[in-house]
């Protein structure tokens, strides 16, 4: 039992510490007095020790730092005596140890849950009962909904009945203790018992990679207190990695310039696979892992700088450009009152302002023009961070939340170089051909979904589904031979169809499909008249790229089997050959008796998704599509991967990437081939559209080792390095030659005929870049010979031509698709006016546009093309007329506004047309088509007489074309040259 002093509310050691079996030992219980009491005076301690011995064991205590003794008769113990007294405590001294109790001011309140972090963090442990005891005495509903809450939020953890604190957790007590009246001091031990439970590692860290320089130790240590490594755990098992990752920020802070490592000599330096440090560096500072808000200055040598939000240049940079936008919106004001005088006010001069300001102060001169492209990312996250705030406390703090979101939105809307450069520099994406996409095989219904419905389960293995169930995840696995190898076990506890019908799986499944026709005539010999050996032959050759064939033998199904499965089927096939208005039919009859059938929803996307010709409307349809099959599946590897890939198509690479490595434990030690090959390879579409070829690549080493010779890793390499070629990145024979021999690598190891005819189109885009038109023809035309439904490669033809001025075969062409493919008239009106354009028979094009908008009145595309066919006849009423109509029909349409630009430009309204150029920069944020808007504006400014501005948007269109694609770019770069030169001789 524990002794109180009622005079000095003293607390003393229970017997069993004062007079323990084996001997006292003063230092524990003098320890044991200090740790339970907020103070001791001599006379407390003499209480249970004696004077000499007291005397000797306080000094040898004072002098180990255990203890200290600030001022006459006070004893107090310090944080390394509560660290030692915990640690003798665990080893087992046969003593009971009191459990501390948190103290009254946070008692005073009944919040339960700050109770228990209190208790675990001051308790190496505690009991269900240590919470039911007295004085804490909390109701049993109360502590079990309590315990569960912090489980559930990771904050604690139950290990055999004893609950401890997590790492997290200990983040979270030392917040909460901010709530309450506690003295300067505990708080201040509490934070650093925390930093003492990490030090011992840290010293280990930095001795052994010899990091010495305090300014880096103590930004190093700030983020590993701020950035919980529980929270990564899971996927980093390497804790000294998660230090090196963060050890990589702390030296590449603007505080340390010029000193940088790159990531390459880092990844050497400190041993650490340089893909997992660009993975969490882009996790870190691109997705806000920990919720914390870094920025990036990029010098004039490409070298990356990083600081967070609380940073000290943050914070001055914070009020700095507070004050300088406070006084921009005063002296505006001013301005307006007095009209007569001229304050010289312009953003430009403001952004000066800010960047002289902070060079001055913080951050090094040498990193100002760094800065100023991360300003107008800066002024945004204060914009919505201001407003963002729930409590502004005074007028003061309502006019400057006001005068700092409205300061945004002026700077959003003015043309200054500065919000170009940034614009151009971080949001533009790279015109990737996403028809590629289409060969993704993850929504057609296939023969592992056959295997699944119920009904084929019991019609043809009603006792044999584990055997089912272990084959299948052996395939998924890729274990061809282990797969193999049970079947042949188990062939004597199976008959002999079910033999064939196992063993026609595991062919298909690895492409073997001369061999799958083989066993599918042998399953329809044992029985003409099933259906199986049909339907299974129907899906080979479906497989095969062979629809015609795969449509023929679904017939033979249709009376006998699950009419909805085989309905699905010949969907499916009708919009592979191009025939949706059989396809539409069957769509809609299933719908009515079957609207929550999730292979009707498949079929349905993948409608969606394969008449798709990047408009943005039926990328819509198909997204809504796939959000509501994700209510009824949320965790269908199928529909997340499909979701990515119709964000891809919408523009949206980073969402897609982030909406895969957030829903997929992607990992390479448990491979999984039914998926995740596809999965990486949107993920490497994603950083192909944002121009980052670097990691794409990366990430396609890495594919390859885990998935040698898989169709979608020799895809993913193929692509990587054919972008990679044409945007100049890397170019060399040896790469082009690689290039052929990937390409011929993919039709040799891909047997489906419509897959091989897209393949031809990548073909041709390396033909194209060498300007060897009469190959890139010859090869599109062996991919329409592979796969004459495929409307792709017709476009691709078509453009092909039109770029080398070949008008009249293309337009031969469009003529022959208007009979045989009447359901692709409005994209055909819309491409044969193009090429009458082209050709310069500007009537001709007016009345094909006119004629397409008679079957269909509201096409976004047929108006566009007639806008600009009337403004090239000088019909300027009718044209500007047109323009309009455009807009009202699509107000958040880049394209209309350029058009519209483009129509007052010809007119020579060149002040209103740089209004409508700038509102279509604005509203293309992904800059898909702001090359064109760009490249008006420097006409515009060019006829205005402002040669400066002229060049500077010149040289935007350039930039922004030259991510454009070979066949596209070469229609605008030949203008802009031309511009320039003649602009340099008039600025001269």
């Not at 940088?260 to 050497?268: H, N």
């Not at 102060?361 to 914009?383: D, G, H, M, Q, W």
């Not at 044999?464 to 282990?482: A, G």
């Not at 990366?698 to 692509?719: F, G, R």
Request: charged content about 25%; hydrophobic content about 40%; glycine content about 2%.
């Amino acid at each position: 039992m524990i002794k109180i002093s009622k005079a000095e509310n003293i607390i003393y050691p229970p017997q069993e510490v004062l007079n323990p079996r084996m001997g006292k030992d003063y230092d524990y219980i003098i320890l044991w007095m200090l740790s339970n009491n907020d103070f001791c005076s001599w006379s407390d301690l003499a209480e249970i020790i004696s004077t000499s011995t007291l005397s000797e064991h306080l000094n040898k205590l004072r002098n180990k730092g255990l203890i200290r003794h600030p001022k006459y008769n006070y004893y107090e113990i310090t944080l390394e005596g509560k660290n030692k007294f915990r640690k003798v405590t665990n080893k087992g001294i046969k003593t009971q140890k009191k459990i501390l109790i948190p103290p009254k001011a946070i008692l005073r309140k009944r919040n339960y849950d700050h109770w228990i972090l209190w208790m675990l963090y001051n308790n190496q442990s505690c009991r269900w009962s240590d919470f039911r005891k007295e004085p804490l005495a909390v109701n049993q509903s109360s502590l079990s909904k309590n315990l569960s809450y912090l489980i559930e939020k990771q904050l604690i953890k139950n290990e055999n009945r004893r609950y401890k604190i997590t790492q997290k957790g200990k983040i979270e007590y030392l917040s909460i203790l901010k709530f309450y009246e506690l003295d300067r001091q505990s708080i201040l031990d509490a934070e650093g018992e925390r930093i003492d439970a990490i030090t011992a590692d840290l010293f280990k860290f930095f001795d052994k990679f010899t990091i010495n320089e305090d300014d880096i130790r103590f930004r190093f240590l700030k983020y590993v207190l701020r950035m919980d490594y529980s929270k990564v755990e899971n996927i980093l098992k390497n804790k000294e990695d998660y230090y090196k990752i963060l050890l990589y920020l702390a030296i590449n802070h603007p505080n340390n310039y010029p000193k940088f490592i790159s990531c390459e000599e880092f990844s050497y330096k400190y041993k650490i696979k340089n893909n997992t440090l660009n993975y969490f560096l882009d996790k870190i500072i691109e997705d806000n892992l920990f919720l914390i808000k870094f920025f990036k200055i990029i010098d004039n040598a490409c070298r990356i700088y990083y600081f967070q939000v609380g940073d000290k240049i943050e914070k001055d940079l914070c009020n700095i450009v507070e004050e300088n936008i406070m006084k921009f919106t005063y002296l505006k004001k001013l301005k307006m009152i007095n009209k007569n005088r001229d304050l010289g006010l312009d953003i430009d001069k403001l952004v000066d302002n800010i960047l002289t300001d902070i060079s001055t102060k913080t951050l090094v001169k040498e990193l100002k023009e760094s800065l100023r492209n991360l300003l107008p990312e800066y002024i945004k996250y204060l914009a919505y961070k201001i407003g963002a705030k729930k409590n502004l406390y005074n007028k003061v703090d309502k006019l400057e939340s006001i005068a700092i979101q409205k300061f945004f939105d002026v700077f959003q809307s003015n043309t200054s170089p500065l919000l170009q450069r940034f614009t151009s520099s971080r949001n533009s994406l790279f015109r990737v051909d996403l028809t590629i996409l289409k060969n993704l095989d993850i929504l057609y219904i296939s023969k592992i979904d056959l295997i699944k419905i119920p009904f084929f389960k019991k019609s043809f293995f009603p006792e044999d589904i584990k055997l089912l169930n272990h084959l299948l995840h052996l395939l998924i696995r890729s274990k061809k031979f282990s797969a193999e190898q049970l079947l042949e076990k188990n062939r004597s506890k199976i008959n002999k169809l079910q033999y064939l019908i196992l063993k026609d799986l595991i062919v298909t499944f690895f492409n073997d499909y001369k061999t799958s026709l083989s066993i599918t005539n042998q399953i329809i010999s044992l029985d003409k008249r099933s259906p199986i050996g049909y339907l299974l032959k129907a899906l080979t050759y479906f497989k095969m790229g062979r629809y015609s064939i795969a449509l023929n033998k679904i017939k033979y199904t249709l009376e006998s089997w699950d009419k909805v499965f085989i309905s699905l089927l010949k969907a499916q096939i009708l919009i592979k050959m191009d025939n949706p208005e059989k396809a539409i039919p069957i769509i809609g009859s299933l719908e009515l008796n079957n609207p929550n059938n999730l292979y009707l929803l498949r079929i349905k996307i993948l409608f969606h998704i394969y008449y798709l010709k990047n408009e943005q409307p039926i990328s819509i349809q198909a997204l809504t599509l796939i959000n509501q099959a994700l209510k009824v599946r949320p965790n269908s590897k199928i529909f997340l991967i499909t979701k990515a890939m119709i964000l891809c198509f919408l523009k949206k690479p980073k969402d897609a990437k982030n909406l895969l490595i957030r829903s997929n434990s992607l990992n390479f030690f448990k491979p999984n081939v039914l998926y995740e090959p596809t999965t990486f390879f949107i993920i490497i579409i994603s950083y192909l559209m944002q121009g980052k070829f670097k990691q794409s690549l990366d990430l396609v080493k890495k594919v390859n080792i885990h998935y040698p010779d898989n169709i979608y890793s020799v895809l993913a390499e193929t692509i990587t390095l054919l972008y990679s070629f044409m945007f100049n990145l890397k170019r060399d024979s040896q790469m082009s030659q690689q290039l052929v021999v990937l390409l011929d690598k993919l039709s040799t190891i891909d047997s489906n005929k419509s897959n091989q005819s897209r393949y031809c189109i990548l073909k041709s885009y390396l033909y194209l870049n060498d300007n060897q038109i009469i190959n890139s023809i010859q090869i599109l035309d062996e991919g329409i010979n592979l796969d004459s439904d495929n409307m792709d490669l017709y476009y691709s033809k078509i453009y092909t031509l039109i770029a080398y001025n070949k008008l009249e075969k293309a337009l031969e062409i469009i003529d022959k698709l208007m009979l045989i493919k009447p359901h692709r008239k409005r994209e055909l009106y819309y491409t044969k006016s193009f090429l009458y354009y082209k050709a310069g028979k500007l009537i001709e094009a007016l009345k094909t546009v006119n004629q397409g908008l008679e079957y269909f009145l509201d096409d976004v595309g047929l108006i566009n093309n007639k806008a600009l066919y009337l403004k090239d006849l000088k019909r300027k009423d009718e044209a500007i007329e047109t323009a309009k109509e455009l807009i009202k029909l699509t107000p958040e349409n880049a394209i209309s506004f350029d058009t519209y630009g483009e129509i007052l430009m010809a007119f020579g309204y060149y002040k209103q047309a740089i209004i409508q150029f700038r509102k279509s920069l604005r509203l293309d944020p992904q800059l898909l088509y702001s090359f064109s808007s760009n490249i008006n504006l420097g006409k515009c400014y060019k006829n205005l007489g402002d040669y400066q501005k002229s060049i500077h948007y010149f040289q935007r269109g350039k930039l922004l074309t030259n991510k454009l694609l070979p066949i596209d770019k070469e229609l605008f770069l030949k203008d802009i040259d031309i511009n320039i030169k003649e602009l340099n001789k008039m600025s001269q």
